[in-house]
């Protein structure tokens, strides 16, 4: 038991400093879509009767060709809510980062409504700070180890609670000294979050291995699907539309959520259209299923398997915000991720007053008794 103490000890003071920013960053991304819908001027789609068709895609692709007629379209992506598509384009066939020119379109008139501005707002910086504290896939890495050390944390705390507190009765808080008031409240708020910390916990250890499980999945898919097509140059797609269609035909129970353009970079394929579906209820929204098409043949349907882990990764992401549920579970989730709070802190604050106590405690020194004279 001493043993699993010292575990439960080091494996907190460990893991406290980022879990507590991971904590309190994580608290406003729950609210993600909320507060950026709030804040953010948005490119809407203006009115119009309903049910008006939409055009074609090539058609609108073509009208963001048109706008910038010395760009390369990377890809296209739908708006779920709205009738309309972003366009992407790069001034370079292999796109750089941060140069990108995202061009809404309404997808009934084909009419350019605006360029998405190129901005870093503040919910961009916290996002950054909670993934990998503006350092790279080294930061993801090392908040994943964290994330294990987390667990072993929580792990470790359900082995010493039932000792601590067999005695008790359970939610007892005894106020006899604020240490034991807030050894009471730390053990008692532990125990009730400990499934939903264990489960946050995990599922952002596997959410920092999202480049190299994805950069595996692609190492063991994609060479045997493009073997065929090494040496052939790069592929004009003859018609987006159709490719989209093919694919709505086939897994007409998904949502196409985008189109990669043929491309030599390492998310596409040079003579393939990739679509990118996804399922459609709140919690399969998060799965994607990429689906090739060949660019000069719609016929050809390609859906390479997604792996298990990947499935696992795209499972976790929903678990991890708690925005599968709407609006009621991510509030359900704030309150949780507050309480974790309240505990961490509380946490520390017991072995800092531990120590300092200790501190404080002089040795007492006993005098030994004065033997006894005896008078003559």
């Not at 400093?17 to 001027?41: A, Q, R, S, V, W």
């Not at 503040?122 to 504290?133: T, Y």
């Not at 919690?283 to 994607?288: D, K, L, N, V």
């Not at 531990?354 to 404080?360: T, Y």
Request: net charge positive; aromatic share 10%; charged share 15%.
């Amino acid at each position: 038991m001493r043993l699993w103490v010292q575990v439960h000890t080091w494996t907190s003071l460990i893991s406290m400093i980022f879990l507590l920013m991971l904590c309190l960053t994580g608290l406003p991304l729950i609210f993600h879509d909320e507060i950026n819908h709030y804040f953010e001027d948005e490119i809407s789609a203006p009115s119009m009767p309903p049910g008006t068709p939409v055009l074609p895609l090539d058609r609108l692709i073509a009208s963001a060709r048109q706008q910038l007629p010395e760009q390369h379209v990377m890809f296209a992506m739908f708006k779920e809510a709205e009738p309309l598509v972003v366009v992407a384009m790069s001034p370079t066939a292999i796109p750089v980062p941060g140069q990108f020119h995202r061009l809404t379109v309404d997808a009934r008139t084909g009419a350019v409504l605006g360029e998405e501005a190129p901005r870093q707002d503040v919910m961009d910086v916290i996002l950054r700070i909670h993934r990998d504290m503006f350092t790279g896939l080294p930061g993801e890495l090392f908040l994943g180890l964290m994330g294990l050390v987390f667990a072993a944390s929580i792990v470790s705390g359900i082995v010493v609670y039932w000792p601590f507190m067999r005695r008790l009765q359970f939610g007892t808080v005894r106020d006899r000294s604020a240490r034991l008031k807030w050894l009471d409240m730390h053990n008692l708020l532990g125990i009730v979050t400990v499934s939903w910390a264990l489960a946050v916990g995990l599922t952002g250890t596997i959410n920092t291995l999202a480049v190299p499980l994805f950069d595996l999945w692609r190492a063991q898919t994609m060479p045997a699907l493009l073997a065929p097509y090494q040496g052939k140059p790069l592929a004009e797609a003859k018609s987006v539309e159709a490719a989209v269609d093919a694919v709505r035909t086939a897994f007409p129970d998904r949502f196409v959520a985008s189109v990669t353009m043929p491309t030599t970079a390492r998310f596409g394929s040079p003579q393939h259209v990739i679509v990118w579906t996804k399922g459609r209820t709140p919690f399969t929204a998060r799965m994607f299923q990429p689906v090739l098409i060949d660019a000069q043949d719609s016929a050809k349907v390609v859906a390479p398997e997604v792996s298990w882990y990947l499935r696992a990764l795209q499972v976790s992401r929903p678990l991890h915000f708690g925005d599968y549920g709407g609006l009621p579970l991510k509030i359900i989730w704030a309150l949780l991720d507050m309480i974790t709070i309240v505990v961490l802190c509380s946490g520390l604050y017991l072995w800092v007053a531990k120590r300092w106590g200790s501190r404080r405690k002089s040795p007492i020194v006993v005098a030994p008794a004065a033997p006894a004279v005896v008078s003559p």
